[in-house]
C-alpha cells in the first residue's frame, strides 16, 4: 500500500472536526487559566522567598535559553501550518525536529566558549553557574515548539491546554518547594521552570504520540523531508534572521539593564513586565494559536478582512480596560500584593502598560505576514524594532536612569507594534477608520471609571482601598461588555456551556 495515498484515522480526524473560533480559543484559554491562577498566587509567595536580584538571574537565563530557543527549528516549524497535505506537513514536522537536534549540540560549546564574556558583559557571576542547563533548555524548548505547531494544525486543543497546565504546576510547586528548602537563589527559580518545561514536553509528545505514531511511522521520509526543506527556505533564509531580532530586541530590557545597573533592576522589571504580560500572553496567545490556523483557510476563502476585524476587536475588547487600569495604580497593586519593596516594579508595569497593550494586539496579528508569505517585511520590520530598542535603552542606560531607559523603550514600543498592527490590518483589508472607530469607542469605557481613580490618587486613598476599587471597576466592566457585545457573548458562550454540562 502507497503510504503516500493512505489516510490513517489519527489524520483524518482531525479534517471531520468544525469546531467554532470561539470554542477553539475558549478551549486553549479556559485549559491553561487554572495554571496561570495558580502562577498569579504563587507570585507573592516566591517574591518573599526569592529577592530581586535572584528574579534578575532567573530572567536573565530565561532571556539567553528565548533567544536560542526562537530558531532551534530554524522556523520550520512555521511551515508545518501551511500543506494541504498531512505527509507535507508530518516531514515538516521531522524536519523540524532533525534542526532542534543540531542547533542543541552546536550551542554546547558556543556555551562554554562564550560563558565568561557573557557572565562579565550581564554584571552578573551567579549566572556562570548556571550555563551548563542551557542546551537541556533548548532542546525542550524547540520540541516543544515543533509539536506545539503540529497539535494546532491537527486541533487537537484540549492536549495542548493539558500540557500547559501541567508544566506550569510542575513549574511553580517546583519553585516554592525550592525556596521553602533553603534555596533561595536564581538556581531554585531556573530548575523549578527546568521540571516544568520537562513535564509539559514529556505530556504533550506522549500525547502525540500515541495518537499519531501510524502515521509518522507511514509518512515520514528523508526526500519528503528534503522537498519540505527546499519548498519553504525562506523560513531559515529570511524568516530566521527576522525572528532571531525579534528575540534579541525581546531580551534587550533585561540585557541592558544588567549592563548599566544591576541583576536587581532587571529583577524588578521581571516581575513587573511578567505580571502584566502573563494574562495577556496567555489570551492573546489562545487567540494567535488558532487565528494561524483559520487565517489560511479565510485566506482562500477571500474572508480574511472580516475574520481580521473580528479578532481585532475582541482583543481591544479584553485588553484596553485592564490595561489603562493598570497604568494609573499598577505601583499600589505590587505593593498590596508583593510587599512594599517591589513598588519598583509596579511603577516600571505602569510605564510599560500602554507598550504591552498595543503589543497584545499586534502579536496575534503578526501572522497575517507569514500566510500572505511575506517575510522580507518581517525582516525589515524587526530590524528597525531591534534597532528603536537598543536605542533608547542604551540612551537611558547613559544618562542612568532606568525609569528613563524603560520610558523611551515603551513609547519606541508603542509607536513600532502600532505600525506593524496596521500594516497587517492593511494586508488583510481592514479599514484604518475601523481601527480608530474601535479603539476611540473602548477607551470611552474606561474614561469615568479612570477620572475616579485618577481622583482617589489625589486623595491619598489608602492602597489597598484603591486596588479593591480597581478590581471592582474591571469586573464591572467585564460584566457588562459582555452582557452587551454580542461578539465577545459569542466567544464566552461555548465556554459557558462547557462549565454548565461538567
Known amino acids: 500500500m502507497n503510504p503516500s495515498k493512505t489516510q490513517p484515522d489519527e489524520i483524518s480526524s482531525h479534517q471531520k472536526k468544525n469546531k467554532g473560533f470561539a470554542s477553539d480559543v475558549l478551549t486553549i484559554v479556559g485549559g491553561t487559566t487554572f495554571a496561570h491562577i495558580v502562577t498569579l498566587l504563587a507570585a507573592p509567595i516566591l517574591t518573599r522567598l526569592y529577592g530581586p536580584e535572584d528574579f534578575g538571574v532567573w530572567t536573565l537565563f530565561l532571556s539567553i535559553t528565548g533567544i536560542i530557543g526562537v530558531i532551534t527549528c530554524l522556523r520550520y516549524e512555521l511551515s508545518i501550518m501551511l500543506p494541504e497535505s498531512d505527509e507535507d506537513a508530518i516531514n515538516l514536522l521531522a524536519l523540524s525536529i532533525v534542526f532542534v537536534l543540531l542547533i542543541t549540540v552546536v550551542t554546547i560549546p558556543l556555551i562554554y ?46 492536549r495542548l491546554a493539558f500540557a500547559r497546565v501541567s508544566g506550569s504546576l510542575s513549574s511553580t510547586g517546583t519553585q516554592i518547594g525550592a525556596g521553602i528548602g533553603g534555596y533561595t537563589t536564581g538556581i531554585g527559580l531556573i530548575i523549578g521552570t527546568f521540571i516544568g518545561n520537562i513535564v509539559s ?25 528534503m522537498e519540505g526543506l527546499k519548498r519553504h527556505r525562506k523560513f531559515p533564509l529570511i524568516d530566521s534572521w527576522s525572528a532571531l531580532l525579534n528575540a534579541i530586541s525581546w531580551q534587550l530590557p533585561a540585557f541592558l539593564l544588567a549592563f548599566y545597573f544591576s541583576p536587581a533592576i532587571v529583577g524588578f522589571y521581571s516581575l513587573g513586565f511578567r505580571l502584566l504580560q502573563m494574562p495577556m500572553s496567555f489570551i492573546g496567545g489562545a487567540i494567535s494559536q488558532v487565528f494561524f490556523q483559520r487565517i489560511s483557510v479565510a485566506k482562500s476563502e477571500g474572508k480574511l478582512d472580516s475574520l481580521v476585524e473580528n479578532v481585532f476587536k475582541i482583543l481591544v475588547i479584553i485588553g484596553l480596560f485592564p490595561i489603562l487600569t493598570i497604568t494609573i495604580v499598577g505601583s499600589d497593586v505590587f505593593s498590596v500584593f508583593f510587599g512594599q519593596a517591589w513598588a519598583e516594579a509596579g511603577v516600571y508595569a505602569q510605564i510599560l502598560s500602554i507598550w504591552a497593550f498595543v503589543w497584545f494586539i499586534s502579536s496575534p ?88 481613580l485618577l481622583i482617589l490618587k489625589l486623595l491619598d486613598v ?41
Open 462 to 502: 489608602n492602597q489597598f482601598v484603591l486596588v479593591g476599587i480597581s478590581g471592582l471597576f474591571i469586573a464591572f466592566y467585564y460584566g457588562y461588555i459582555i452582557k452587551t457585545d454580542k461578539q465577545l457573548n459569542e466567544l464566552i458562550r461555548p465556554f459557558q456551556t462547557i462549565i454548565l454540562r461538567r
Open 365 to 452: 496579528l503578526s501572522t497575517i505576514y507569514i500566510v500572505m508569505e511575506k517575510q522580507q517585511f518581517g525582516l525589515q520590520y524587526n530590524i528597525f524594532n531591534f534597532t528603536t530598542r537598543i536605542l533608547s535603552l542604551a540612551i537611558g542606560g547613559y544618562l542612568g536612569s532606568a525609569r528613563l531607559a524603560l520610558i523611551l523603550f515603551a513609547a519606541s514600543g508603542v509607536l513600532v507594534y502600532g505600525y506593524m498592527c496596521l500594516k497587517m490590518m492593511d494586508y488583510a483589508g481592514v479599514k484604518k477608520s475601523r481601527v480608530i472607530t474601535i479603539v476611540i469607542s473602548n477607551i470611552l469605557y474606561f474614561v469615568p471609571a479612570g477620572v475616579l
Open 113 to 158: 566558549i562564550f560563558k565568561d564574556p557573557l557572565v562579565l558583559a550581564l554584571n552578573s557571576p551567579q549566572l556562570g553557574n548556571y550555563v551548563w542547563l542551557i542546551p537541556p533548555f533548548v532542546f525542550l524548548n524547540g520540541i516543544f515548539l515543533a509539536l506545539n505547531y503540529w497539535n494546532s494544525r491537527t486541533k487537537h486543543f484540549k
Open 201 to 225: 514536553t514529556i505530556v504533550l509528545s506522549g500525547q502525540i504520540w500515541k495518537d499519531d505514531k501510524k502515521s509518522f511511522k507511514a509518512y515520514i521520509r528523508p526526500k519528503k523531508m
